[in-house]
């Protein structure tokens, strides 16, 4: 099952911040948060993780808070093309190197 | 960055019949490939994971003999759909964790859409 809780969908106008939270209460130490989007009918896409600290690359921030229970990915400036299914995910941690897929956020940026 | 070739994109095929599907690692060596399918909005469902050189560990619920995967080397894994029905129409998706391990990530192939007819 998956350990992460997300709403279900989002809305965002053109060129705001998107935040999307994520719920991930059951994590461990050693865990890492993944994030990827995906655009219809096509292959997930990579984000972002993280395990601490605050993460930043070119595509988006990742804030984890101190008790890692939760986190929040940070689409700066979103655009019409970030309309998406956003997957948070916590690795599986028996180190399978599974990820397991819970239901997403659909964010959709309007004009 | 890391790339994965999924191919075909998309195939129909009448029931009875069998599909390949192949899942490629083009700039990296990957020990361990996914497999996922995903029905229309719904999330991706893990189906099996591929190890280079040994058998796949399916997921609960998912018929080893009707979902055959082999991973005959570090860059290659294939999924066949045998004997396909109509309920196995649903998009494909394979992932490939590059085999140094560690934070690198896991890419994901573009998909196979399969329609059985």
């Known amino acids: 099952d998956a350990k992460t809780t997300q709403p279900p969908s989002m809305d965002c106008a053109e060129g705001r911040a998107a935040n999307l939270p994520c719920n991930h209460s059951t994590i461990s130490g050693n865990e890492y948060v993944y994030w990827y989007r995906q655009i219809h009918s096509q292959g997930p896409q990579y984000i972002i993780h993280?395990?601490?600290n605050n993460e930043t690359n070119e595509m988006a921030s990742l804030i984890i808070t101190e008790d890692r229970k939760s986190s929040t990915l940070i689409l700066p400036h979103a655009t019409l093309r970030d309309t998406a299914v956003y997957y948070c995910?916590?690795?599986?941690?028996?180190?399978?190197?599974?990820?397991?897929f819970g239901t997403g956020t659909r964010l959709q940026v309007f004009p | 960055g890391a790339v994965v070739s999924q191919h075909p994109s998309r195939v129909i095929c009448k029931s009875g019949t069998s599909v390949k599907i192949e899942c490629r690692s083009l700039?990296?060596?990957?020990?361990?490939m996914f497999w996922y399918r995903q029905f229309p909005k719904k999330s991706l469902m893990l189906m099996a994971t591929s190890n280079e050189g040994s058998k796949a560990t399916y997921e609960q619920g998912v018929e080893k003999d009707k979902f055959l995967i082999n991973h005959a080397s570090l860059t290659l894994s294939t999924l066949t759909v045998t004997s396909a029905h109509p309920e196995d129409s649903s998009f494909y998706i394979c992932?490939?964790?590059?085999?140094?391990?560690?934070?690198?990530?896991?890419?994901f192939g573009s998909g196979t859409r399969l329609t059985v007819v």
């Open positions: 700039d990296f060596q990957a020990t361990t």
């Open positions: 993280g395990l601490k």
């Open positions: 995910i916590v690795r599986v941690p028996n180190n399978t190197d599974k990820l397991i």
């Open positions: 992932s490939a964790r590059d085999a140094r391990g560690g934070n690198y990530g896991y890419t």
